[in-house]
């Protein structure tokens, strides 16, 4: 059974950093593509990044990029969103998610989410 469990959000104000860790578990991790979603309270969940079974591609939202930076440790079988310069509207729980497609991205699997909260 495929097992993703998130950790790391929190409260922080903005202009802040978050590093937020996705452990995986019951399939072969390094042959699947690691995505990251977030969903606002009233929204509908949406694309942040993603990387491919070996970390050496990625691609971002336009609204993240330059400012997250999505990595995957395929020995620890974890996949890592380094948040920086955060800003309120990124307030949102964050899901980490499997694909057997780097892009387009389709999520298989998904965590359980984590809340992350900036604050103005």
């Known amino acids: 059974q495929v097992r993703l469990v998130e950790s790391g959000g929190g409260l922080v104000q903005a202009g802040g950093s978050l590093r937020l860790s996705c452990a995986a578990s019951g399939r072969t991790f390094s042959n699947y593509a690691m995505g990251w979603f977030r969903q606002a309270p009233g929204k509908e969940r949406e694309f942040v990044a993603a990387?491919?079974?070996?970390?050496?591609?990625?691609y971002y939202a336009d609204s993240v990029k330059g400012r997250f930076t999505i990595a995957r440790d395929n020995a620890a079988n974890t996949v890592l969103s380094q948040m920086n310069s955060l800003k309120p509207e990124d307030t949102a729980v964050y899901y980490c998610?499997?694909?057997?497609?780097?892009?387009?991205?389709?999520?298989?699997?998904w965590g359980q989410g984590t809340q992350v909260t900036v604050s103005s």
């Open positions: 998610a499997t694909s057997g497609s780097y892009r387009p991205f389709s999520a298989d699997y």
């Open positions: 990387i491919n079974w070996s970390g050496t591609m990625t």
